[in-house]
């Protein structure tokens, strides 16, 4: 858990206190559960961001693909040619 101190205007602390109140909440309560919708916004803004930029990187595979800039390798080859590179780093030659 963390806190947070911040300051403001007497005006905008009683009308926020009052707000409060007619939701039956504790002024904390209030700004905690803002707080908390905020980030809440902000995860959803991240992921969603996160989404888009995979998309973008998997559009580009697929046009580095199709351009001839690029081919896909079995699994097995993959397994083949990382091994083939372990064992050169193991010996220094990489």
């Known amino acids: 858990m963390s806190t ?9 602390k009683r009308l926020a206190m009052q707000a409060a109140e007619r939701k039956e909440m504790s002024l904390t309560e ?10 809440d916004e902000e995860r959803r803004f991240q992921l969603e ?33 990382m091994g083939s590179l372990k064992d050169l780093a193991r010996q220094g030659k990489l």
Not at 6 to 11: A, L
């Open 30 to 39: 209030l700004v905690r559960e803002r707080v908390e919708a905020l980030a």
């Open 49 to 81: 961001n996160a989404n888009m930029e995979l998309e973008t990187l998997i559009e580009q595979a697929f046009s580095d693909y199709d351009s001839g800039k690029m081919e896909f390798i079995s699994d097995e080859q993959m397994n083949s040619e």
């Open 4 to 12: 947070i101190h911040f300051r403001i205007d007497e005006e905008t």
